[in-house]
């Protein structure tokens, strides 16, 4: 009982820790793209295939800004993810305390990858991606005893067989996670097979109840969450196609890996250079030891884990990078759990010396915490003073890609306010045109600052549409303005030769070249 408790207070510190780091470095309002959409589709309980592609998040974010008090959603949104982002980290620290790493070494690792860039970043803004980790880590913490080899529980019994309720709860949440990380399906497939070829004596007495419980769980779990999608399809609303598209993500990965082999590759590298950029190159040098560790001790458990971390990175092999980066985010905890499991080995050879096993602990927690914290405003920094760019994508107006994307803190990010006050006071009784990232934060702070300003989306923004907007705004004298940083994402001179771009402030506003009126009377 003093050893539980013990264990207690260091979760609630680590929670703590995390949770304080998130909430002061917390974004101050919407954020760009889908964190406003988020936003926007919670306060207005809107949990149709619109509200994103994350269902099970979509359905807590709408329960939680209705708890939280105050009246800003966006910062409900923001205080969610910090929360589940700091029980991952909690959860990853448990994970390592069931594989017997010292209670130090777990605490450490745990906020390394608290403090790592990808989790910090999404832990500070409204994003489902904290959650498809937390609901991924659960799963694996549920599975780890089916791969249990060597004896003992809490009360020094020997058992073999697992519960067939653990069954039940291990399918009921890798079926609630598809919704989040459409990846757990292959990932829960695999976990099948594993146990039942190499595992089955955890079915122990009950092997019918155990595999219904399991498999009846994943389906009910999924169906659960996904079973409005096929509302919508028998509704007709969405097709078939368009449902599975949606759900595949297919305008970021219809592309696979054994589709276009090299890029894949080129993709891979990538990725393995963006895995070293989440920790400090040292810490992740201890994931060797740790993965031979494990090979030796529980060979399938490795396989199942290193199963999921290979499936992930082939994904996101062709998958828009940005994009990749927080799908992959149960890899980056996965290399800390690795580099964890090693460090706590490596000590153990040290043993003869307990002095020196001491020093060398304590001395690698604080390295494995600390060390991470001054990375992010170094690097940045340095790319800044090179005026390098490393971060692919358009440029927005009040937004600075490098900034935004490379430092995870947000507490001071207004940008996105920002935007909409200059719109509100450009645009003033016209209109706006943006495509989806600064959209979808205009749609929400025009609407929270009661702006007399239409805000349309410029997907169908061309040809006859354009034309008949154009009448409607800058005919009729009131302003039509365009967010973006490069005139040319918005052709309007070839389009409509009468009008052109000029730039105000940090927009383009459309204005005639020659009046349409005074053409008609000169003919």
């Known amino acids: 009982m003093p050893r539980i408790s013990l264990e207690r207070r260091y979760d609630v510190l680590v929670f703590s820790i995390a ?54 959603p966006a910062l409900a949104l923001n205080l969610l993810s910090a929360l ?36 910090w970043h999404l832990s500070v803004i409204a994003e489902s991606y904290t959650l498809s980790l937390f609901g991924t880590l659960l799963t694996v913490r549920l599975a780890r005893p089916l791969f249990t ?38 990932y829960f497939g695999l976990l099948v097979v594993l146990v039942a070829v190499f595992r089955r004596e955890t079915w122990g007495r009950a092997p019918v109840r155990s595999a219904v419980g ?15 999608w096929l509302w919508y399809v028998s509704r007709g609303t969405l097709s078939a196609a368009e449902a599975t598209s949606l759900a595949l993500n297919g305008r970021y990965a219809s ?10 590759l080129r993709g891979l590298t990538l990725l393995g250079g963006l895995t070293l950029y989440q920790f400090p190159s040292p810490l992740l040098l201890f994931a060797v030891p740790g993965v031979v560790s494990l090979a030796r001790r529980e060979p399938t458990w490795l396989l199942w884990v290193g199963g999921m971390l290979i499936g992930t990175y082939l994904f996101c092999s062709t998958y828009m990078v ?24 490596v000590l153990s050879v040290l043993k003869e010396d307990r002095r020196l096993m001491k020093r060398a602990c304590l001395a690698c927690a604080a390295f494995a915490a600390i060390a991470p914290i001054p990375v992010y405003p170094m690097f940045v920094s340095g790319l ?12 927005l107006p009040y937004r600075d890609n490098a900034r935004y994307f490379l430092l995870p803190a947000k507490g001071h990010n207004t940008g996105p306010r920002e935007l909409a006050e200059e719109v509100l006071e450009r645009a003033a009784g016209g209109c706006v045109v943006a495509d989806f990232t600064p959209f979808t934060v205009l749609s929400y702070y025009v609407g929270r600052l009661e702006g007399d300003v239409f805000v349309r989306a410029s997907e ?64």
Not at 150 to 179: D, I, K
Not at 255 to 264: G, I, S, V
Not at 335 to 341: H, N, R, V
């Open 384 to 395: 800044a003073l090179a005026e390098v760019d490393p971060v692919p994508g358009r440029d």
């Open 214 to 228: 399991l498999i009846g769980g994943f389906l009910f779990g999924t169906a659960l969450i996904w079973g409005p």
């Open 84 to 119: 589940i982002g700091a029980g991952s980290v909690v959860l990853l620290r448990d994970l390592l305390r069931a594989e017997g790493v010292r209670s130090w070494i777990a605490s450490a690792f745990a906020l390394a990858f608290a403090f790592s860039h990808a989790q």
């Open 19 to 72: 949770l304080a780091t998130y909430c002061i470095t917390l974004a101050p309002g919407a954020m760009w793209g889908d964190s406003a959409k988020y936003v926007i589709h919670s306060a207005t309980w809107d949990l149709s295939i619109d509200g994103g592609y994350h269902p099970l998040y979509s359905l807590i974010a709408s329960f939680f800004v209705r708890i939280v008090p105050g009246n800003d």
């Open 460 to 523: 169908g923004v061309h040809g006859e549409s354009l034309c008949e907007l154009l009448a409607s705004t800058v005919d009729a004298g009131r302003p039509l303005l365009f967010v973006d940083n490069e005139p040319q994402a918005y052709p309007v001179a070839e389009l409509a030769p009468d009008y052109t771009l000029v730039p105000v402030g940090q927009l383009f506003q459309v204005v005639a070249v020659t009046a349409p009126a005074a053409q008609t009377s000169g003919d």
């Open 322 to 345: 940005q994009r990749a980066v927080f799908v992959m985010l149960p890899v980056f905890a996965f290399w800390a759990f690795f580099a964890a499991i090693g460090l706590d080995r």
């Open 255 to 264: 592309t696979f890996f054994w589709n276009a082999p090299l890029e894949a």
């Open 149 to 186: 080899q060597h004896p003992g529980t809490a009360m020094g019994r020997s058992e073999t067989a697992v519960s067939p309720r653990r069954f039940l709860w291990l399918g009921l949440t890798s079926g609630l996670v598809v919704s989040n990380f459409l990846l757990m399906i292959a």
